[in-house]
């Protein structure tokens, strides 16, 4: 398996690898914020953890399928606020995510979950410009 591939004259991750990647990242913000704000977010410890799991993948399935229209859809009042907006696109997935798994993922207070969704994106750059872009520089 090859950790690059080339799609359309440009490198970037084989998918499993991306998708193994976001999992890591997922499970390890929201497993730390559940152990320091015990209160506002609250992941279901049965069952050895899998429900950490569960939520990184819906929460990897949602930011993949339903975010780009809700970034669509709030093109405008993203724009209007210069960006400032967009965080709370992913407080709207993790809030979705809470619906969708019910008792086993629970997110209280619109204040932690935008702490929350600034630490995932604060992540998801790091994670691009420190292992992903050069992995494809290398390859490429």
């Given at each position: 398996?090859?950790?690059?591939?080339?799609?359309?004259?440009?490198?970037?991750?084989?998918?499993?690898v991306?998708?193994?990647?976001?999992?890591?990242?997922?499970?390890?913000?929201?497993?730390?914020?559940?152990?320091?704000?015990?209160?506002?977010?609250?992941?279901?410890?049965?069952?050895?953890?899998?429900?950490?799991?569960?939520?990184?993948?819906?929460?990897?399935?949602?930011?993949?399928?339903?975010?780009?229209?809700?970034?669509?859809?709030t093109?405008?009042?993203?724009?209007?606020?210069?960006?400032?907006?967009?965080p709370?696109?992913?407080?709207?997935?993790?809030?979705?995510t809470?619906?969708?798994?019910?008792?086993?993922?629970?997110?209280?207070?619109?204040?932690?979950?935008?702490?929350?969704?600034?630490?995932?994106?604060?992540?998801?750059?790091?994670?691009e410009?420190?292992?992903?872009?050069?992995?494809?520089?290398?390859?490429?």
């Open positions: 398996m090859r950790l690059i591939v080339k799609y359309k004259d440009k490198f970037r991750l084989n998918l499993f991306d998708w193994l990647i976001n999992m890591v990242e997922y499970a390890l913000i929201l497993t730390i914020v559940s152990l320091v704000f015990k209160e506002t977010i609250q992941i279901d410890s049965s069952y050895f953890g899998l429900w950490g799991l569960v939520v990184a993948v819906i929460i990897y399935l949602l930011n993949k399928t339903v975010k780009p229209i809700i970034v669509w859809l093109l405008p009042i993203t724009g209007l606020t210069m960006g400032l907006f967009y709370f696109v992913n407080v709207i997935i993790l809030k979705l809470d619906l969708i798994l019910g008792s086993h993922f629970e997110v209280n207070g619109i204040w932690m979950t935008l702490l929350v969704a600034i630490l995932i994106s604060t992540m998801n750059i790091l994670i410009k420190l292992i992903v872009e050069p992995l494809i520089r290398k390859e490429g």
